[in-house]
């Protein structure tokens, strides 16, 4: 058929000889997972990467994105975008599609060839294991895995992370020149209150202690650092929003 895509001849052999349904609970669906994506709407068979899970409001959502059928590290089409999965069902804005996830096993589809062992997946979050303290290039080196997808959010370290002596003086440079001139006089825009600046003034260190999503509801998740200022007179926490501190605690 003329404009027949390769998803929807997979489509058709799919419904003569069916796979078995396997969908695993929720509690076992875990970061990196591949599901066999069956579309009953538009009539395609697709691959799924599990980029997330547990999403709040629901124990019952995750996140996943289109991969290549013979490569599941990489992304389909280079405008495919996370997107959520809450209870099998998928909301888009073409209207609700009702999908059929199958668990799918570790070997590679080879477009209808012979099956290919799939590489063994990669503990990306590895580097960060037992860490109590970061430096600037572990820090960013998280934010990029993240945001690709690669490590869950939730698997940060409870209490967060200490920084390295260069990145707190950074950290305390940047928000002490955003409350005040060079000359010590107070901002005219300055962003922070009473309690913001007994912090800074009588402050010890930063840490860094969660991830912000800054990325719109439904869309694919974009991370930025969360800092916790502490000083001998309180804290507060930010991240940085169009190069200004934004305070949320």
Partial sequence: MVGETESQRAYKAEMKSPSPIKRPPFKDVKVGMVFKVIDHHFKTVNYARVTKTKVPPSENLFYAVFVKPTDFSKVRLSDDIEMAIWDFVYSGESGATTYTLVKFPQKSASRGKNMVKAKKERDWFAEFKGKQKLTEQEVNLMKKRLNDGKVDVHRMREGGYALTPDQVAKGKAWLMDKWRTTRGVERKNCPFGYREMAALETFKTIRLIDWYDMSRYGR??????????????????????????????
Avoid: H, L
């Fill in 220 to 249: 694919q998740p974009f991370y930025v650092p969360v800092y916790e200022v502490v000083g001998k007179d309180g804290y507060f926490q930010y991240y940085v929003g169009g190069g200004e501190p934004q305070i949320i605690g």
